[in-house]
């Protein structure tokens, strides 16, 4: 059973803030670039994690996967028909990534939306902390495979 995302309502300003710095940073060409050298350097493990990655895919994967937390936040009950398949890709079945993962990834996504954003603030930043948690929950509450 997924978790209840109704528990941690997101504000729709919140929303709002997020989906407007996504827009902001996914028009710089450098966005995901930097992205994926901040998380690759914050842990030989993620490093390992992403040997013989075909980075082209996954910056687009990434990208996608933005936007739907995003759209699991905007429809908090139903989170499994935004995140289902990438809560299975990234279960412990397939690409095994765990909870450890994710404190790294969020901390350089931050990291990196502070940096590519001409409008990070501390609004800013609190709106991608809040809207990525969601999908963060959901992930790992789906990480052990169990039929997914």
């Not at 075909?54 to 989170?79: C, M, T």
Request: charged share 25%; aromatic share 10%; hydrophobic share 40%.
């Amino acid at each position: 059973m997924p978790p209840n995302l109704a528990r941690c309502p997101t504000e729709p300003r919140t929303l709002e803030i997020f989906d407007e710095s996504l827009r902001r940073c996914s028009a710089n060409p450098r966005f995901l670039d930097r992205f994926y050298e901040a998380f690759l350097a914050s842990s030989p493990k993620v490093r390992q994690k992403f040997t013989n990655t075909d980075f082209v895919r996954q910056k687009r994967a990434v990208l996608a996967s933005l936007h739907l937390i995003l759209l699991a936040a905007q429809d908090p009950e139903n989170p499994d028909r935004y995140l289902r398949e990438v809560a299975e890709r990234h279960s412990s079945a397939q690409l095994g990534i765990g909870a450890e993962f994710y404190d790294l990834w969020l901390d350089s996504l931050v990291a990196t939306v502070r940096e590519i954003d001409p409008a990070f603030g501390p609004e800013v930043e609190q709106a991608w902390e809040d809207v990525m948690t969601i999908g963060i929950r959901y992930l790992v509450s789906r990480f052990q495979a169990r039929g997914a």
